[in-house]
């Protein structure tokens, strides 16, 4: 769809509903447009004028939780990623036409709610798979090749000192041939796919929809296979009510003492208490996380202080190429609600789940 809607300029289409939407905005005056937490999508790299174009935008770096409906109460079209739109907030919000996720992962709107109201919400597909699926293997590398520590070493003058011409002081793990164990088969979890078999690993896979065909080998497994007989695990799922813990402490006593865990998805698919304890007493080999339960963690996390763990602070994500798309996405969001052709909103079959985790 090209972009059928420009506010204050000519609408092209064939049919009467980009005009009775475009009339609707015209005798309703510019839309007011209120963007709660654009920072962590553009610290300064991209450009607002494609939503500037649209109507009236104020665009805010955060927003406190107290704030929102001080800040939102003029608006016909929210933006958020992180900053919670639940019941009380929308309940409060008179004017409000639309919600506009700034991510893929929705769990910050009571969707249900908005719908009742007749609100959409949207959200951003697809934006970050290749990026997402490029930081799982940036993580499982660091844990098999241990690149950053003898890095640092050898800064450290040990390879100055060393009486051989090499040395390693963790084994060095090669990737070739090892299984590596996907939850959850969405676009990133079929982008880690990808990775995986160009390294020449067999991949397990479990999923509550499995695609009629992929392009590669997949073996399709049950939760419990794929934690005994994995390798390497890398979680992609959604969060719900059924994946809420879904790696506790009995499915870590399934993994292989030499497996890893990686986990760019959501912080509460693990029991981090139980996670923390198996790497601590050497359960499994390592972990790597992007994300963690609560962000930011408290210092008294049990991860930040665990054994054989990476952790990075939810930035798989935030290539500038990932959030160029992210906010081309948005843009063509909100000039396809305009025009009457809503794009990407929120449909009852991914509220029950399936879609939601992929990111961010």
């Not at 799982?136 to 590398?141: D, E, T």
């Not at 002081?169 to 160009?198: M, N």
């Not at 390798?231 to 030499?258: F, W």
Request: proline share 5%.
């Amino acid at each position: 769809m090209k972009n059928p809607f420009v506010y204050g300029e000519t609408v092209s289409g064939e049919n009467g509903d980009v005009r009775e939407r475009y009339d609707f905005v015209k005798r309703r005056g510019i839309m007011n447009i209120v963007v709660l937490d654009g920072y962590t999508l553009n610290p300064g790299d991209l450009d607002w004028s494609g939503f500037r174009r649209l109507g009236h935008c104020v665009f805010y770096d955060r927003t406190e939780p107290e704030d929102v409906v001080s800040r939102a109460n003029n608006a016909d079209g929210v933006l958020t990623n992180k900053t919670r739109l639940d019941r009380a907030v929308i309940s409060e919000l008179p004017r409000l036409k639309y919600i506009g996720v700034l991510a893929t992962g929705y769990d910050v709107v009571d969707v249900e709610y908005a719908s009742q109201q007749g609100i959409i919400v949207t959200n951003v597909p697809a934006y970050s798979t290749r990026a997402v699926a490029q930081m799982v293997f940036a993580l499982l590398l660091e844990l098999t090749n241990r690149v950053h520590h003898h890095s640092n070493t050898v800064f450290q003058g040990k390879w100055s000192e060393c009486p051989d011409f090499c040395y390693w002081d963790y084994p060095i793990v090669e990737l070739y041939g090892l299984t590596t164990g996907i939850v959850g088969f969405g676009r990133i979890g079929q982008g880690v796919a990808d990775l995986a078999h160009a390294f020449g690993m067999r991949i397990l896979a479990h999923t509550r929809t499995v695609p009629s065909e992929t392009p590669k080998p997949i073996e399709w497994c049950s939760v419990e296979t794929l934690f005994r007989d994995s390798d390497v695990i890398s979680l992609h799922c959604p969060l719900s009510s059924e994946t809420k813990g879904l790696v506790n402490a009995e499915r870590l006593a399934m993994m292989k003492p030499t497996a890893y865990l990686i986990n760019t998805s959501r912080g509460q698919l693990i029991d981090e208490a139980a996670l923390a304890d198996a790497l601590n007493h050497g359960r499994i080999a390592g972990a790597a996380l992007d994300v963690l339960a609560k962000e930011p963690p408290d210092p008294n996390c049990p991860l930040l202080q665990a054994k054989n763990i990476y952790i990075t602070p939810h930035v798989a994500w935030a290539t500038r190429s990932a959030r160029k798309r992210l906010m081309d996405i948005a843009i063509f969001n909100l000039e396809a609600f305009l025009a009457g052709k809503e794009q990407n909103v929120i449909t009852t079959v991914e509220r029950e789940g399936i879609g939601r985790g992929e990111r961010r």
